[in-house]
């Protein structure tokens, strides 16, 4: 198994996915968060042999990437998702430079065309012929494997070795690790002898957008990574929570969860909220800043200190490190799940923190505005909401609060701290939607169906 992100690195450790897996036969992980000093702690209680992620090297430029950006073009001028549409548009193309630029019209003549399969299958043999990692193939080759799992297929990383894994004729699964990677992420070129995904809809999206996909397994599991929510030995009171994090136990907690700031700078919204606490919009409440656990580099801790004792920034031990080094410890677990359980309001602007708080029953105020001064993303973000493939549905699904500027906000979230109640049926909706499965048993079931992939695929593909 391969991981390189701490999103998945969640679901290797802290769920029972290898355990049950490892009932099937023996297990080795390549993650690029370990190493045999600093991370070692957190995968010492994994049952499998835990190794380095391979060393990668990148494409050439030419002609491989340059023929990746035209096949991009290409079936995004072809499907014209929602999602991919909106992001060409008010984000990538304004930093094209214009030897990428000039790709549009040929790629547009090719889609016309219908020779999107042709060139992608043609593009897919150029890049398993060159090599990006000797030691991959090495490792392949000297304990060959019954199957390689990707948990990263759209990653610079991960399809490295996957290209060694074609070569040395070992079959190959792709977990599709978030609802939202098949409609907004650049394309899978090389085709995987079957895939697992959280839900019906990632499913049907998958078979849409990837054809080859509807001539393989493809497992319907649920979403591992939240099994946590569900694990008893994850949950602490809320006194003990509030006391590790420097809050009161008895006032209201609101949280505000940034997501990516390579997306959006929505750190101005936190800001704004923090200025609104510390002047007692809200009464006697406490506002906790959660940074994204990947993107956190403790930037923001000289921002927050000025609002006093009832607004606390979350930290994280993984401040500065490299993106594929972070990893997070079972305490880390405990901040994250304790986070949403505890809050009484949750603030965001279309992440995935909806479907944590959604899971606690956790009311979500959904930002519809850019909280930045300039309002330079406003179209973008109103997309987001009610035009993008993922959260278009969630949006409208009546289980978030959409608020259009920091008026409505305050209103929205005075609202939810007296009347938490409010949305409960449509929040469950969301969580269902997008996990499938709320049982904490997804790690399991995505056992079951690999090891069903080795007996029933795996085997053939060998013959």
């Not at 969860?257 to 700078?265: A, V």
């Not at 606490?277 to 930037?299: C, M, S, T, W, Y």
């Not at 505890?342 to 606690?360: F, M, Q």
Request: charged share 25%.
């Amino acid at each position: 198994m391969l991981s390189t992100s701490l999103l998945v690195d969640r679901v290797l450790q802290h769920t029972g996915l290898i355990k049950s897996l490892a009932t099937h036969g023996d297990v080795s992980v390549w993650a690029s968060s370990y190493d045999e000093t600093a991370s070692a702690p957190s995968w010492k209680n994994v049952d499998a042999q835990i190794g380095s992620f391979p060393h990668v090297r990148p494409f050439r430029e030419r002609p491989h990437n340059y023929l990746r950006r035209l096949n991009e073009f290409v079936w995004d001028y072809r499907l014209m998702l929602p999602s991919r549409v909106s992001m060409q548009k008010h984000v990538r193309d304004k930093r094209l430079p214009g030897q990428i630029r000039a790709l549009k019209l040929p790629a547009k003549l090719l889609a016309y065309g219908g020779t999107e399969q042709i060139l992608e299958n043609a593009l897919e043999r150029l890049l398993v012929a060159y090599p990006r990692s000797a030691e991959a193939a090495d490792r392949l080759a000297a304990n060959k494997p019954d199957v390689v799992v990707s948990t990263g297929p759209f990653q610079f990383e991960q399809p490295a070795i996957f290209t060694a894994a074609k070569r040395h004729a070992i079959p190959t699964l792709a977990y599709i690790p978030s609802w939202d990677n098949v409609s907004t992420k650049n394309r899978m070129v090389f085709k995987y002898d079957g895939y697992i995904v959280w839900n019906e809809q990632n499913k049907e999206e998958l078979l849409d957008v990837y054809p080859h996909a509807r001539q393989v397994p493809v497992y319907v599991v649920g979403a591992p990574q939240f099994d946590v929510f569900f694990l008893d030995r994850f949950k602490v009171d809320r006194a003990t929570f509030c006391s590790q994090q420097g809050l009161q136990a008895e006032q209201k907690i609101i949280v505000y969860s940034l997501g990516s700031p390579n997306f959006l700078k929505e750190h101005h919204g936190a800001i704004e909220m923090a200025k609104r606490v510390k002047a007692g919009h809200f009464g006697n409440v406490q506002l906790l800043v959660r940074p994204h656990p990947i993107h956190d580099n403790a930037e923001m801790r000289g921002i927050f200190a000025e609002f006093g004792p009832n607004v606390r920034l979350q930290s994280t031990p993984n401040a500065g490190r490299d993106l594929i080094r972070r990893t997070q410890d079972e305490s880390q677990i405990v901040d994250w799940v304790n986070t949403f359980r505890h809050a009484d309001v949750v603030v965001n602007l279309a992440s995935t923190v909806t479907i944590d708080a959604a899971i606690c029953d956790t009311p979500v105020v959904n930002l519809d505005f850019d909280p930045q001064p300039n309002r330079s993303d406003q179209t973008l973000i109103k997309d987001v909401n009610h035009r993008w493939n993922h959260f278009k549905p969630i949006a409208e699904s009546g289980g978030v609060w959409l608020v259009n500027n920091f008026d409505e906000l305050e209103n929205a979230v005075k609202v939810y701290l007296e009347n938490p109640e409010m949305h409960k049926a449509e929040r469950k909706w969301i969580a269902e939607y997008v996990c499938g499965r709320l049982d904490g048993h997804c790690g399991e079931r995505m056992a079951t169906a690999i090891a069903d992939f080795v007996k029933n695929r795996g085997s053939k593909l060998e013959k």
